[in-house]
């Protein structure tokens, strides 16, 4: 077992919100594809290969740290995963619009063959991964594990594939609560099995990313998203990893959000980062929140987005800078070093 170590590093004294030198940078999952080093090694094995072969996975993990100069790692994997170790069958077509589930979740005896006992022992390859990257790494900076939240998982597996009016999975919710709420159940606990499993095989912090509870309206969004998050959060074996929430497009329950045990925030571009500190952060550290596309503009437009991110935010400590969400895959790599070269020479000026 490898113990999450002291917080010596910027990144997860951010976390903890005690004081750095300056904002640490790092990014969200898809930061891998933009990488002409990525894209060659996905060139010999496709996406679910990639996940499930430990020593493929770790190397794309470190790629951004060693060629972009992130302050943290995040493990190459996909929340899609989990739904697969509970015995659903998951494909993944190249360039036929993302991953699906064949037999998607519509019926109480759907709900009734997912597998909650044995689903983390599927997922070995996952743990396998944190520790060769965690060597590879070599402490040079943290790394994440992380999860999706039990909503947005939910949302995949009732649909059968990448969302997009919600039709089943708000049926499910509108028409059939207790059906739900059993499948959220189910989820949850899997999902807290899993994450602590990651920080037992290395991962010095966690992540769980909710990117569709914001289709949610606020009262649905606290029954059918945040009650399972929480639930998770007080469920996790921690051994000293700070746990980071994000939720997409959730700004209306900003403080409920921070008050659901996280350590970390996360932020998306439409939320004012001032404002959200003056609302939470004084009892959470805060992550983002700069929209992702403006890595396609010029460099001094890159500059001055950034600037705009710390000036709102101000001085003192407890904020990690990262994008609002995910870089797309046709990012370009200089404009994503000029970001963050960016962040590391004009946060010195607020710390």
Avoid at 37 to 54: M, N, S, V, W
Avoid at 99 to 119: E, G
Avoid at 166 to 182: D, G, Q, T, V, W
Wanted: charged share 25%; proline share 5%.
């Amino acid at each position: 077992m490898i113990q999450s170590e002291p917080a010596n590093n910027l990144f997860l004294k951010a976390c903890r919100r005690e004081e750095v030198d300056r904002t640490p940078v790092w990014f969200m999952r898809q930061a891998g594809r933009y990488l002409p080093e990525y894209r060659a090694i996905r060139a010999k094995a496709d996406f679910l290969t990639l996940c499930k072969t430990p020593d493929l996975a770790a190397e794309v993990t470190v790629q951004p740290v060693d060629l972009i100069g992130v302050d943290a790692a995040i493990i190459f994997s996909d929340i899609l995963v989990v739904p697969e170790a509970m015995g659903m069958q998951l494909v993944v077509e190249e360039g036929k619009g993302g991953p699906r589930f064949p037999s998607p979740v519509r019926s109480k005896s759907d709900i009734d063959k997912l597998s909650v006992q044995n689903a983390c022992s599927s997922l070995g390859y996952v743990f396998d991964a944190i520790r060769l990257a965690r060597k590879r790494l070599n402490n040079k900076v943290p790394l994440i594990g992380f999860a999706g939240a039990p909503w947005t998982i939910a949302s995949y597996m009732v649909e059968g594939r990448n969302p997009r009016d919600f039709r089943h999975i708000k049926e499910l919710i509108y028409s059939n609560p207790h059906e739900a709420h059993a499948l959220l159940d189910k989820l949850s606990t899997v999902v807290t099995s899993y994450l602590s499993a990651q920080i037992e095989a290395g991962a010095q912090a966690i992540q769980i990313f909710d990117t569709w509870g914001g289709v949610l309206g606020q009262e649905e969004f606290e029954e059918f998203s945040l009650r399972y998050i929480h639930r998770i959060i007080s469920s996790v074996k921690r051994n000293n990893a700070p746990i980071i929430v994000f939720c997409k497009n959730c700004g209306h329950s900003l403080e409920k959000i921070a008050n659901s045990g996280a350590d970390v925030v996360g932020l998306d571009w439409t939320t004012d980062i001032g404002k959200a500190r003056e609302m939470v952060g004084s009892f959470v550290a805060l992550q983002g929140n700069l929209d992702p596309t403006i890595l396609f503009s010029t460099p001094e437009r890159i500059e001055s987005g950034v600037k705009t991110v710390l000036k709102k935010f101000g001085k003192g400590n407890g904020h990690i800078f990262n994008l609002g969400h995910g870089i797309l895959p046709e990012t370009p790599v200089e404009n994503v070093k000029t970001f963050v070269n960016a962040v590391k020479k004009f946060s010195t000026a607020f710390h």
